[in-house]
């Protein structure tokens, strides 16, 4: 169960993207989120930390958010649960992630009701 306690990872080119997902966590309780603009900061941040939950964008520079993903899924004991944010999720790319080990999804443009599905779809899977 998700609590003031769980740790978040965004990683989001967007900074607008970041602070509404930081403002929607806040509504839940969680308020220990880190932030990466892009995929290198965000491995390093993967690699350096223990993170309950990451949102990814599918399109950060410099590692993918379904390379990133993958990456994340090789970690051994790694318990990280992820969440794949994107402006284009087709059926094929939410295939990919999902065989990549993400839970949940939330389409862009963001709506908090998408955000709720997904925190209901990762307290599920604690």
Known sequence: MLSEKTK????DDSSIMRTI???SLDK???KNCDEAENGTKALDLILSNEY???FIDHNIPNISGLE????IAELKNCNTKMVAISGSLSDELMEE???AGVLAFIPKPFKYQNFEEAIKIINQAQ
């Open 68 to 71: 990133l993903a993958k990456k």
């Open 21 to 23: 997902l930081i403002g």
């Open 52 to 54: 309950d939950i990451v």
């Open 97 to 99: 992630f999902k065989n």
């Open 8 to 11: 978040v990872l965004i990683a």
């Open 28 to 30: 839940i309780g969680i």
